[in-house]
């Protein structure tokens, strides 16, 4: 067969060895050679055919080359390498850019054809293409069938080396000679006990990589074999039985053995969250467990509590009449209630620092009547009182309480949404009151939230029903339009009057006044301080 056989002043020589009975035949065209003409008829004991250093370049797949860029798995169907340099072993250097298999879907070749280009690699799927004259055959790369593992290549020259499937390697043949520090990258591996060293897998062997709980599977790793674990992401695991800190600066995260979620701050526990037997969520501001230092509770039935210094806030769906409630924390008395028709109930004094008693009336005539202007009563309306007339109330300016506001909703609604009865009391109806578990929607921003809505209220999508129970809810009126546009009385003083009744109201100078009231002192030049009575 043809070879390199030796070197004269002039060239190589390529031999082919040929009976020793023929004659020699000299000077064979070295194209011909290289482009594998046939030579027929050729009698002699060697053909010698001189070959000059510009032939051996044109058929540089001969040449020994290495290379300076890398190659790496993207993905599970994408190998890319890195710019850098082909240098064949007679100093001729070809530039290569950076570039990539593309998406794989078959064993792909990779090398580099001058013919096509001196600067970019080409690849194939045809073996018999990847190879030839003017051809260095660089890698093969293949597709992983695995979509979360990389894909597998091995490279002929350059960095990189090889990323091989274990269904490659034979059982038994890998030994720690055979894999070296930090070249190993394996997936949907089994790797028991008995073939991991004690410390032998440190922080410096795994790198930018995660371990999820789909690769380890049905194994346990117990706590005496971990000591430390430093990561920035552990994703979708689980972790038994020790005590897992997130640190950052002087604040601390831990969560504990025991099932409790800390929270230090220079060393020191400032607060924890932890979960009863009941499914009830409890907070602390300190590390006792007294009941006394719960800042929040939250129950199975979605119930809350909120505690400060003196008072804790708490709120039920337990249909009781005592949905909103305050308690002091000394002898966890109950000293106030908003209940669900919305009477606010108290022990003990409701205080305010304005001073009189008012309510809503309308307009005789449209048009704003200014405050401290006195009034009196035509046609069950109001209109400024003349002089001579007995004033029954004053457009009040410092208003402690104040009815007939005219609004249903705490104020959001038109004051006849809902039907009363002949006695003004509400028309109530028996309905069910659902409780769903919302993953994911516009109420709930976090996962596996309770809420809370009547059977005939729509529920988000993917919410689960976990319970339901009869309740009572106003009937609204069939003639509320919830689209038009609801303003209240107190932005319409052209239409609605606040009246001071009862109490110390300001009262503007010359105004006319009841005889039963009584001028308490001259509060400044424009108003007089009567008490309305």
Not at 12 to 26: G, L, M, S, Y
Not at 244 to 266: E, H, M, P
Not at 466 to 489: G, L, Q, T
Request: glycine share 8%; hydrophobic share 35%; with cysteine.
């Amino acid at each position: 067969m043809l070879g390199i056989d030796r070197q004269s002043e002039f060239g190589t020589f390529v031999t082919r060895r040929v009976p020793q009975d023929n004659p020699v035949i000299d000077n064979v065209n070295a194209a011909d050679v290289f482009n594998s003409v046939a030579l027929e008829n050729v009698y002699g004991g060697e053909i010698n055919v001189e070959v000059t250093p510009e032939d051996i370049k044109d058929g540089m797949s001969l040449f020994n080359w290495s290379s300076s860029f890398t190659f790496f798995a993207a993905n599970y169907r994408i190998v890319e390498w890195t710019s850098g340099d082909i240098t064949l072993a007679d100093g001729t250097v070809y530039n290569i850019t950076a570039g990539n298999t593309g998406n794989m879907s078959d064993l792909t070749y990779i090398y580099l054809d001058t013919a096509v280009s001196e600067t970019g690699l080409q690849i194939t799927t045809s073996s018999t293409q990847a190879v030839g004259m003017n051809k260095i055959l660089v890698g093969v790369a293949q597709n992983n069938t695995d979509t979360d593992s990389k894909a597998t290549f091995q490279v002929f020259g350059g960095s990189g080396g090889m990323m091989v499937p274990f269904d490659s390697i034979a059982a038994n043949k890998a030994s720690t000679n055979e894999l070296i520090t930090n070249t190993a990258q394996m997936a949907n591996a089994i790797i028991d006990t008995g073939h991991i060293r004690n410390g032998a897998i440190d922080n410096a062997k795994i790198q930018n990589g995660t371990i999820r709980n789909a690769k380890i599977a049905d194994a346990t790793i117990d706590m005496a074999k971990i000591k430390s674990v430093n990561a920035d992401t552990i994703t979708a695991g689980t972790l038994t039985g020790r005590t897992v800190k997130a640190s950052g600066g002087s604040q601390d995260v831990w969560l504990t053995n025991d099932g409790v979620i800390r929270w230090r701050r220079g060393g020191v526990e400032r607060c924890y969250i932890y979960a009863e037997s009941d499914g009830s969520m409890l907070t602390h501001a300190d590390t006792s467990y007294y009941v006394n230092t719960h800042r929040y509770f939250l129950n199975a039935s979605g119930n809350i509590t909120l505690a400060g210094d003196d008072i804790i806030v708490g709120y039920d769906d337990d249909n009781n009449g005592k949905d909103c409630y305050f308690k002091s924390q000394n002898g966890n008395l109950l000293t106030a209630k908003i209940t669900t028709t919305g009477k606010i109930k108290a022990h003990s004094t409701i205080e305010e620092n304005a001073i009189d008693f008012a309510e809503y009336f309308e307009n005789l005539k449209k048009g704003v009547i200014t405050g401290g202007t006195t009034v009196v009563m035509e046609k069950g309306k109001v209109r400024k009182a003349k002089k001579g007339e007995v004033p029954f109330g004053v457009v009040t300016l410092t208003p402690a309480f104040v009815g007939n506001t005219g609004a249903e909703d705490v104020g959001d609604a038109w004051h006849g949404k809902y039907l009363r009865d002949e006695d003004m009391q509400y028309v109530m109806e028996e309905v069910d009151f659902v409780t769903y578990l919302v993953k994911s929607d516009k109420y709930a921003k976090k996962p596996n939230r309770k809420i809370h809505l009547f059977a005939d209220q729509k529920p988000p999508k993917g919410a689960v029903e976990i319970a339901r129970k009869k309740d009572k809810r106003r009937v609204i009126n069939p003639d509320y339009d919830e689209k038009r546009k609801f303003i209240p009385r107190e932005d319409r003083p052209e239409e609605w009057s606040l009246i001071g009744l009862l109490g110390q109201c300001l009262i503007k100078k010359g105004q006319p006044v009841a005889p039963q009231w009584i001028k308490m002192k001259d509060f400044n030049h424009k108003y007089d301080f009567y008490l309305v009575r």
